[in-house]
C-alpha cells in the first residue's frame, strides 16, 4: 500500500500541529480529570477518616472517663449508702428513751407514804402516766413538787381530784421528759 500526500508542506504541518494540539489537549483533559477525580477521592476519603477519627476519639475519651469514674463512683454511692445509715442510726438513736433511767429517777421522786397502782410510758409522747393512792394530800403535792423540780421531767399534768380529799387520795398524773434530756436517756 502507497501512500501519496498531495497536500503542500505548510498545510502538512498545520495538520499535524492540529493533530499534535488535539492530541495534547485530549491528554491534558484526561490528565486533569484524573487529577479531578483524585482530588475529589482525597477530599472524600479525609472528611470520611477525620470523622472515623473524631469518632474514635470519642470513644476513647468516653472509656477513660468511665474507666476513670467508675471506682470513684462505686466509692462516692459507698459513701452515700453509709451516711443514709448513721443518719437512720442516729434518728433511732435519738428517739430512744432509756426507760429504765426514768424509771430510777422517778423511784427517787415518790415519797414513801404513796403506793403506784398504775404506770404507763408512751413512748410516741415520750410521757409518763402513773395512778395511785397516798396517805395524804401533803404527800400528793410532795410528789407534783418533785416531779416539776425534776432534771429529766418537763410539764407535769395535775387534775383537781388530786388535791380534793384530805386523807387515802386516789391520785394521778401524767409529765413528760424534758426535750433537751432525750439523748442522754
Given at each position: 500500500?502507497?501512500?501519496?500526500?498531495?497536500?503542500?508542506?505548510?498545510?502538512?504541518?498545520?495538520?499535524?500541529?492540529?493533530?499534535?494540539?488535539?492530541?495534547?489537549?485530549?491528554?491534558?483533559?484526561?490528565?486533569?480529570?484524573?487529577?479531578?477525580?483524585?482530588?475529589?477521592?482525597?477530599?472524600?476519603?479525609?472528611?470520611?477518616?477525620?470523622?472515623?477519627?473524631?469518632?474514635?476519639?470519642?470513644?476513647?475519651?468516653?472509656?477513660?472517663?468511665?474507666?476513670?469514674?467508675?471506682?470513684?463512683?462505686?466509692?462516692?454511692?459507698?459513701?452515700?449508702?453509709?451516711?443514709?445509715?448513721?443518719?437512720?442510726?442516729?434518728?433511732?438513736?435519738?428517739?430512744?428513751?432509756?426507760?429504765?433511767?426514768?424509771?430510777?429517777?422517778?423511784?427517787?421522786?415518790?415519797?414513801?407514804?404513796?403506793?403506784?397502782?398504775?404506770?404507763?410510758?408512751?413512748?410516741?409522747?415520750?410521757?409518763?402516766?402513773?395512778?395511785?393512792?397516798?396517805?395524804?394530800?401533803?404527800?400528793?403535792?410532795?410528789?407534783?413538787?418533785?416531779?416539776?423540780?425534776?432534771?429529766?421531767?418537763?410539764?407535769?399534768?395535775?387534775?383537781?381530784?388530786?388535791?380534793?380529799?384530805?386523807?387515802?387520795?386516789?391520785?394521778e398524773f401524767t409529765f413528760y421528759?424534758?426535750?433537751?434530756?432525750?439523748?442522754?436517756?
Amino acid at each position: 500500500m502507497i501512500k501519496l500526500n498531495l497536500l503542500p508542506t505548510s498545510k502538512k504541518e498545520e495538520l499535524k500541529f492540529q493533530f499534535i494540539r488535539a492530541k495534547l489537549l485530549s491528554l491534558f483533559l484526561i490528565v486533569f480529570l484524573g487529577i479531578l477525580t483524585l482530588i475529589f477521592f482525597l477530599i472524600g476519603a479525609e472528611v470520611f477518616l477525620s470523622y472515623h477519627l473524631s469518632d474514635i476519639k470519642e470513644q476513647i475519651k468516653n472509656r477513660e472517663a468511665a474507666a476513670d469514674t467508675s471506682p470513684l463512683q462505686e466509692i462516692k454511692e459507698g459513701v452515700n449508702n453509709l451516711n443514709k445509715k448513721i443518719v437512720a442510726l442516729d434518728k433511732i438513736q435519738k428517739e430512744q428513751v432509756r426507760w429504765s433511767e426514768v424509771l430510777v429517777s422517778l423511784s427517787r421522786e415518790i415519797p414513801l407514804d404513796l403506793r403506784l397502782k398504775e404506770l404507763a410510758l408512751k413512748r410516741e409522747s415520750k410521757s409518763v402516766f402513773i395512778k395511785g393512792e397516798a396517805r395524804s394530800r401533803d404527800a400528793v403535792l410532795t410528789l407534783e413538787n418533785n416531779l416539776k423540780q425534776s432534771e429529766i421531767f418537763g410539764q407535769v399534768e395535775s387534775p383537781l381530784s388530786n388535791i380534793i380529799t384530805k386523807e387515802n387520795v386516789i391520785f394521778e398524773f401524767t409529765f413528760y421528759l424534758k426535750e433537751s434530756d432525750e439523748g442522754n436517756q
